[in-house]
């Protein structure tokens, strides 16, 4: 069985054809950074119209790349929600005609569900269950994991997401947008020492996480002053090591509580090398594993949309059918 999937619910148009037995056979991607970075953050009718001019060139390329044609194909997957509604409704609109003119059916995928589940497709793939920490720019979550589609939340965060502060803290250092790689990539010339910043909710026994203080501290410490670039790489040094201690701390309580023996890591913060690498080293001397996503899937991708829909399918776990979008969404009720 081969499924088209179809992402457009934010800032990247993904296409990409996943086989049941030989997995990905092709995809597509392209992202709007550049097209936001004048405004500092994406503009949602801009990112809609883009989608719009660019979905179905990347189809006929995936599909180019895949050596198939839409004869082939034998179910399309979309990325239902949550994101930027016009968004949505790009994917959507585009699924539904080809479903209708091909006779095929058209499966509604949660955006997270995609994510949660994308570090399948890596080498060792995790079995379940596992603890999964969906960290990006719109969540943090950690995630109990039984099945496919048998997902419990054990935490969120309470205001921003790691990913948000990140940027938010990038924009901060004059970094521009999108701000949370470029601060990685700073944040290994510094001195991750250098400022105390604060880990909340670190201590409280809590599952929930909380970086809107982090996010304040870091204003602080720079309101007013003429940074020289060694002092702004202390400063993302110093922020990057704060997420990682709360992230990491966080990830393996939930394992201790759940009795589980695998993390799964996925969303665009998710590639972040030092998370990785925390997370990699910390699991393993709690006697567990941890397991991501290849870097190039941490991102928005039609890849991770095909392969959850393909999973349900093969376990026979209900999937909602026809044209609809749900710009909010919760996973619980995916």
């Known amino acids: 069985m081969i499924t ?8 990247e148009t993904g296409v990409a054809l996943y086989d049941d037995e030989r997995g990905v056979l092709g995809e597509t991607l392209h992202s709007q950074v550049d097209l936001h970075a004048l405004y500092g953050g994406v503009v949602p009718e801009l990112a809609s119209r883009d989608h719009v001019r660019r979905l179905l060139p990347l189809l006929r390329e995936a599909l180019d790349r895949a050596h198939c044609t839409l ?34 059916p058209v499966v509604g995928i949660h955006h997270l569900e995609g994510h949660l589940l994308s570090p399948l497709l890596a080498t060792p793939r995790p079995d379940f269950p596992f603890v999964a920490l969906l960290v990006s720019g719109g969540h943090t979550q950690l995630m109990a994991v039984e099945g496919v589609g048998r997902y419990r939340l054990l935490g969120e965060s309470v205001d921003d997401a790691a990913g948000e502060a990140f940027d938010k803290t990038a924009t901060l250092l004059g970094l521009g947008y999108p701000g949370g790689p470029a601060l990685a990539r700073l ?13 909340p ?27 020289s670039d060694a002092e ?28 589980y023996a695998r993390l799964v890591v996925a969303g ?56 609809a979008v749900k710009p909010r969404w919760a996973l619980s009720e995916a």
């Open 232 to 259: 702004k790489a202390d400063v993302a040094a110093s922020f990057q090591a704060a997420v990682v201690d709360v992230l990491a701390a966080k990830c393996l309580l939930a394992l201790e509580r759940t009795g």
């Open 4 to 11: 088209l999937g179809i992402e457009t619910s934010c800032d």
């Open 187 to 199: 944040a290994d010339h510094g001195n991750p020492a250098r400022h105390a910043f604060p880990r």
């Open 201 to 227: 909710l670190k201590a409280s026994g809590k599952l929930d996480f909380s970086f809107s203080g982090l996010k304040t501290a870091a204003l602080h410490c720079v309101r007013g002053r003429t940074l």
């Open 71 to 104: 004869a082939d194909v034998d179910r399309i997957a979309y990325t239902r929600g949550p994101g930027l509604a016009g968004a949505l409704l790009v994917g959507a609109s585009v699924a539904s005609g080809l479903g209708l003119a091909l006779g095929k």
């Open 268 to 323: 665009g913060v998710g590639a972040n090398r030092a998370l990785r690498e925390r997370l990699v080293r910390e699991t393993l001397a709690a006697g567990a594993t941890a397991h991501f996503p290849p870097v190039a899937l941490c991102t928005d991708n039609g890849a991770m949309i095909a392969f959850a829909a393909a999973l349900k399918a093969e376990s026979g776990t209900p999937v909602e059918h026809g044209f």
